[in-house]
């Protein structure tokens, strides 16, 4: 068995960056996830595979420079926290209108505005339901676990190849700042160019051989009709992610008569919570989404005929408890449980939820 | 086995560097284990703290409400933490600096004076593994050999010759922790 | 004797040719304009050094966005000011391609002044074709950062004023203080003197990628006689009394050999 280390979540996304072959990482520091940049400079990668690190002005030229990277075919990415992922929604979108891939990492913190360092899930409305302007969709990943911050950076990369689409770990300040013992992915080594050719000839900018048409990377049509049919493309392509690509778990969901829904960080205290109301005999399973889009729609309707109730616990004033709903389609009661602005719920609160919002209605 | 800690004092004084050995020692023992800091411009000398779970099976929430046991080095958090201590459970506190002890019959209270020992040994930098001594002599939840497995996995390998005399200030703290109240 | 028509046009006649770097497509710029002169420019050179597979570009927003249509290479369509970036990420991860951005003045000198006052200062190996108009080409004619005092746009109609909108930025002699930043050279193309001068200034900006040894920035002083409502002659002859004397050709800084 591999050696277990104890690291932050951060520093296990910059760890999982090198081994996972990535060739750029292009960041700017903010709290609480500056760990990220600090650890790949510390362990200097560019000497060992290659990959770039490099300190940009700003989170909007960060993602401008994933975008050229991304155009290169090249696995590339940034991480920010949610001031400075607001700042990169243009880029963003320009990189989803433009099919590339990359991985972006989002350790939130509460907002609105400058708001706090503290951990939050407030930005899920944002990196699920667009942030940039345009119809697009990134596919979105919620690591509960240092363990899963480093396994979801080479999943991350996997997914946004395979549908050439950003994706985005969306993680908070707890899971980004927590140290858990952490199992590294094997090596794996960097793209060659020529592989790259071979890979993604066909439409990066690998530099026009006389064998091939130029490659041309952009989001812009300017005739409506044909800008249409790409949208059309974009949507079957998103159509495509939701067949394929949903990830959950479920906790003691068969027998149980109520659920929580909650993802990353949340997901973990209503764990607890859910341990909690099983030593008081309240019959409570817990659902936890893994991939926020794809959304799991249909794994919460399978559960619903044997449900009393759903409760939404999120860092946030309730986010994705719209997804729930939309699931839902009314046919159980969902409630809520939040604490917002970088307070963190505790156990005991979301039982008290449970007892005073689904159990005595 | 499930130990959930809370160390909390001033930034500065190695609350997260211990609470880091004490989670890489229970990872020696095959432990799962978590570590939580409070984070931010709060880290810059004014007061830290880092939530510490021990567990046989795995851990849920990594934050907590209530503690099996609260190290404590300053009156701030002594304040703030001596309340949410399970009844029944584990004080230990430095009175430097202390002017209102803590005052709970229903746990059990000791003393260390691990800043003055420091100033005795003539390094301050040994106070949190002071700290730790005395913490392993009222909570043995981890065994020595895996504290030093896991000081070496914490330090930088520069510091490696250091560890002999941490091992030392971890002994030391062992020998001069104080019973207030037992229950 | 009448030649015939095909007696002339046979290849040992050939004098010049339309490199075929340069798409067919026929260009969507207003006659007149210096685009598609110095897209031929780029084009003619990338033919001459035989670099068309190692070369990436990456376009702008403003009348230059499409200049993909017309250029047989790679290209990155930026947003608005971010060429810079894009060009960063694609040396650093192609070190030996060349990368160049082209791009106006609003593009570069408004939107866009931290990207490339960044990609100065860290010396990024690529070379930046900098059209200066003096105005917003695309949108209509607005002003610009590089708008002359006094002079009428969209948005400042009764001139540019300069106690209230500001002055002309000289981007080329700011960033030539930069030590990232190895050769600044200022241009023109209208007339054939002047515009084999810029070939020769881009030639020696895409060769000196491979010295490594910063950026080199080519600033070429434009026309828009739409923007500026004239006619093409009537445009070369303002830019010349005008935007000369405020835009000064010749080189800034050469570090190149």
Redesign the interface.
């Given at each position: 068995m591999a050696e277990k280390i104890l690291m932050k979540g951060n520093e296990a996304i910059a760890v999982a960056a090198i081994r996972c072959g990535c060739d750029g990482y292009f960041g700017y520091p903010i709290t609480p996830q500056s760990e990220i940049l600090e650890t790949l400079t510390e362990m200097r990668p560019w000497d060992e595979t290659g990959m770039v690190v490099l300190q940009a002005e700003s989170e909007t030229a960060s993602i401008n420079m994933v975008y050229g990277g991304g155009a290169c075919g090249k696995k590339v990415m940034t991480s920010s926290s949610s001031p400075g992922v607001s700042l990169m929604c243009e880029g963003i979108s320009y990189i989803a209108g433009a099919e590339l891939p990359c991985l972006l990492v989002n350790v939130v913190r509460g907002g609105p505005g400058l708001g706090t360092i503290q951990p939050s899930q407030s930005d899920y409305f944002q990196a699920v339901k667009g942030g940039g302007h345009g119809d697009y969709k990134m596919i979105v990943l919620a690591p509960a676990s240092v363990q899963e911050m480093n396994d979801f950076v080479d999943m991350g990369f996997e997914l946004a190849f395979k549908y050439r689409n950003p994706v985005m770990i969306l993680s908070d300040g707890i899971i980004g700042q927590m140290m858990e013992k952490v199992e590294l992915s094997p090596m794996k080594p960097r793209w060659t160019d020529e592989e790259i050719k071979k890979l993604h000839g066909s439409w990066a900018t690998t530099g026009k051989d006389a064998d091939r048409n130029y490659n041309l990377i952009t989001s812009l049509d300017l005739d409506a009709a044909r800008q249409e049919k790409f949208n059309q493309k974009l949507q079957a392509k998103y159509r495509e992610i939701e067949k394929n690509e949903v990830r959950v778990e479920q906790t003691l969901c068969d027998d149980a008569e109520y659920l929580i829904v909650a993802y990353g960080s949340s997901a973990r205290v209503s764990q607890k919570a859910m341990e909690l109301a099983h030593e008081e005999g309240i019959k409570v399973g817990l659902l936890r989404p893994i991939t926020l889009y794809p959304y799991p729609t249909a794994q919460i309707q399978a559960l619903l005929p044997h449900l009393k109730g759903i409760l939404t616990v999120e860092m946030s004033a309730g986010q994705m408890i719209e997804d729930v709903r939309l699931a839902v389609e009314g046919k159980v009661p969902v409630e809520f449980y939040g604490r917002a602005g970088g307070m963190i719920p505790s156990p005991e609160e979301v039982l008290e939820a449970i007892k005073t919002k689904l159990v005595k209605k | 086995m499930k130990e959930e800690i809370i160390i909390a004092g001033f930034g500065g004084q190695g609350v997260l560097s211990m609470g880091?050995i004490l989670?890489?020692s229970g990872?020696m023992q095959d432990q799962?284990?978590?570590?939580?800091?409070s984070?931010?411009?709060e880290m810059r000398g004014g007061t830290a703290n880092v939530t510490v779970i021990l567990s046989d099976s795995n851990i849920?929430?990594?934050?907590?409400?209530t503690y099996d046991t609260a190290v404590i080095l300053n009156q701030q958090s002594l304040d703030k933490f001596e309340q949410m201590v399970k009844p029944g459970g584990y004080l230990i506190y430095d009175p430097n600096g202390i002017m209102h002890p803590p005052t709970r019959k229903d746990i059990n209270v000791y003393k260390i004076e691990a800043a003055e020992e420091a100033a005795a040994m003539k390094n301050a930098r040994f106070f949190n593994m002071i700290v730790l001594g005395g913490f392993l002599k009222v909570k043995p939840i981890v065994k020595m050999d895996n504290v030093i497995k896991g000081l070496k996995?914490?330090l930088p390998e520069r510091h490696h010759g250091l560890i002999p005399q941490n091992e030392e200030a971890i002994k030391r703290g062992m020998e001069i922790v104080q019973e207030v109240n037992k229950l | 004797m009448i030649m015939d028509i095909k007696d002339i046009i046979k290849p040992e006649n050939l004098v010049y040719q339309k490199t075929s770097v340069l798409t067919d497509n026929a260009m969507h710029y207003c006659p007149g304009c210096s685009h598609g002169t110095v897209h031929k420019l780029i084009a003619e050179i990338i033919d001459e050094m035989g670099i068309q597979d190692k070369v990436i570009g990456v376009s702008p927003v403003g009348c230059a966005v499409l200049a993909y249509n017309y250029l047989e290479i790679d290209w990155q369509q930026a947003a608005h000011g971010r060429a810079p970036a894009l060009a960063t990420a694609t040396k650093r991860l192609y070190p030996n391609k060349y990368v160049f951005t082209y791009q106006g003045d609003g593009d570069l000198a408004s939107i866009g002044t931290a990207e490339i006052i960044h990609a100065c200062s860290r010396g990024e190996n690529i070379t930046v074709i900098f059209i200066n108009n003096g105005i917003y080409g695309m949108t209509g004619g607005q002003m610009a950062p590089t708008t002359l005092p006094g002079m009428k746009t969209s948005t400042s109609p009764y001139g540019r004023d300069t106690s209230t909108m500001g002055f002309p930025l000289k981007i080329a002699d700011m960033i030539a203080m930069l030590p990232g930043v190895c050769y600044v050279t200022r241009q023109s193309v209208q007339t054939p003197v002047a515009a084999r001068k810029a070939k020769r200034a881009i030639a020696k900006a895409f060769r000196g990628q491979e010295q490594c040894k910063g950026l080199s920035f080519i600033e070429i002083v434009s026309t828009c006689n739409s923007g500026w409502k004239m006619t093409p002659v009537d445009a070369n002859k303002w830019m010349e009394e005008h935007m000369f004397p405020e835009y000064p050709l010749g080189d800034i800084k050469d570090y190149l050999q």
């Open positions: - | 880091k989670a890489y990872i799962e284990v978590t570590w939580m800091p984070y931010g411009p849920s929430s990594p934050i907590v409400n996995k914490s | -």
